[in-house]
């Protein structure tokens, strides 16, 4: 199956600096979405991006598929974008993820 | 839209012992899918639903779990005879195709 690697995978941050998190693919894929799990547990989408670029505030997301791998910037980081970060990626558009193990981010007041 | 709602949020269980949750997904969705967290990994993909039909299964997922999807609606998770080893979250998601996938708040599993 693929092979999904996430780095780094522990990241602290001193609220409003700006971080890069990466998602590397062993394989080519058509469904590519990047989630938040915050503290409590639930996870959010924040994009589904299976190539291309998109932005939602002060979060947007890369993903050249043809290298495998897909980037999410977080600028001016707050305390409330703590958590893990999760890349999940899927062969076909609709059916299983596959899930990195993750970058646990801390931002620090 | 009510997000994906899961019952119950937290289950403790004997060993030995069935156990059964429920994933209600956004409405309009016809995908639904099952996925089993355990702490510091990422979810592991359990089982998918387009409507009522059970497309694909884990390798990972033995023959104590079965799931169902009745009319294409709400889905039920079974792990007949616990084990320690099945102690994690189990989480619901549900999608359109070409989408993003909304995940519930999972249902946490204690068995002792």
């Known amino acids: 199956g693929i092979q999904v690697e996430q780095s780094p995978p522990d990241l602290i941050l001193q609220e409003g600096a700006n971080s890069t998190l990466r998602c590397n693919f062993s394989?080519?894929?058509?469904?590519l979405q990047w989630f938040h799990q915050n503290p409590w547990g639930q996870l959010i989408n924040l994009f589904y991006i299976p190539s291309g670029t998109k932005q939602n505030g002060r979060l947007s997301a890369t993903t050249v598929a043809t290298e495998r791998y897909s980037l999410l910037y977080i600028s001016s980081s707050q305390t409330t974008d703590s958590g893990v970060y999760f890349c999940a990626v899927g062969e076909n558009a609709g059916n299983m993820l596959t899930f990195g193990g993750g970058t646990r981010l801390m931002v620090k007041p | 839209d009510t997000g994906v709602s899961q019952n119950p949020r937290h289950k403790i269980t004997k060993r030995g012992q069935n156990v059964t949750f429920r994933c209600d997904p956004i409405s309009e969705h016809n995908r639904l899918y099952w996925y089993r967290q355990t702490l510091g990994q990422g979810p592991e993909f359990l089982t998918y639903f387009q409507n009522e039909a059970q497309l694909e299964k884990s390798r990972l997922l033995s023959d104590r779990f079965s799931a169902e999807r009745p009319k294409g609606s709400f889905s039920t998770l079974e792990i007949q005879r616990t084990e320690q080893g099945d102690s994690a979250m189990y989480l619901c998601a549900s999608s359109i195709q070409m989408a993003l996938s909304t995940f519930g708040s999972g249902t946490r599993l204690t068995v002792v």
């Open positions: 394989d080519s894929v058509n469904n």
